[in-house]
Antibody
Framework: EVQLVESGGGLVQPGGSLRLSCAASGFTFSDYWMHWVRQDPGRGLVWVSHINSDGSTTTYADSVKGRFTISRDNAKNTLFLQMNSLRAEDTAVYYC????????WGQGTLVTVSS | EVVMTQSPATLSVSPGERATLSCRASQSVTSSLAWYQQKPGQAPRLLIYGASTRATGIPARFSGSGSGTEFTLTISSLQSEDFAVYYCQQYNNWPYTFGQGTKLEIK
């Protein structure tokens, strides 16, 4: 069974940092692209970042470029999102999702940026 | 950026009836279009990819059609568990973009 489990969310002050993790199981993690997607409370979905299967290529939404870094550890079947210089507008539930068309999603982790 | 526009914002349909949801792209996304269902408190679930291919385990009452800029998700006979929010998403161009969602509610 494919499982994606996010962790690392929480309350952080503006300008602070957080590192999200997504632990993958039930499939060969190193074969798949992975993504981070966020959802503002009560609102729609926004794609945040992508990483290819071996980690050599990454892509970012303009709103997070230069502040967020996606990475992966294929030996540990884990995806990461390092979030720096956090802003109030980064407050959201963050999901990791698998493959080109997001066939599996984690349950999400809530990030709240507030003083 | 490709802007995805869904219509209507809210659709009221009775159980057993057909629901038709629309999604329009601001430029061609070929067939690189997916549909997701999201229920309150849950992660989205993939329904359709490649504009018309049902994902694993998705009932046959869900079907997708279209290419280029115009897409449709049809639910042939609504079941109680189908009332949710539906999103379309293009994955033809970076950044990947979602529509704003259509809320399917019970009439």
């Amino acid at each position: 069974e494919v499982q994606l489990v996010e962790s690392g969310g929480g309350l952080v002050q503006p300008g602070g940092s957080l590192r999200l993790s997504c632990a993958a199981s039930g499939f060969t993690f190193s074969d798949y692209w992975m993504h981070w997607v966020r959802q503002d409370p009560g609102r729609g979905l926004v794609w945040v970042s992508h990483i290819n299967s071996d980690g050599s290529t990454t892509t970012y939404a303009d709103s997070v470029k230069g502040r967020f870094t996606i990475s992966r550890d294929n030996a540990k079947n884990t995806l990461f999102l390092q979030m720096n210089s956090l802003r109030a507008e980064d407050t959201a539930v963050y999901y990791c999702a698998r493959d080109v068309w997001f066939d599996y999603w984690g349950q999400g982790t809530l990030v709240t940026v507030s003083s | 950026e490709v802007v995805m526009t869904q219509s209507p914002a809210t659709l009221s349909v009775s159980p057993g009836e057909r629901a038709t949801l629309s999604c329009r792209a601001s430029q061609s996304v070929t067939s690189s279009l997916a549909w997701y269902q999201q229920k309150p408190g849950q992660a989205p679930r993939l329904l359709i990819y490649g504009a018309s291919t049902r994902a694993t385990g998705i009932p046959a009452r869900f079907s997708g059609s279209g290419s280029g800029t115009e897409f449709t998700l049809t639910i042939s006979s609504l079941q109680s568990e189908d009332f949710a929010v539906y999103y379309c998403q293009q994955y033809n161009n970076w950044p990947y973009t979602f529509g704003q969602g259509t809320k399917l509610e019970i009439k």
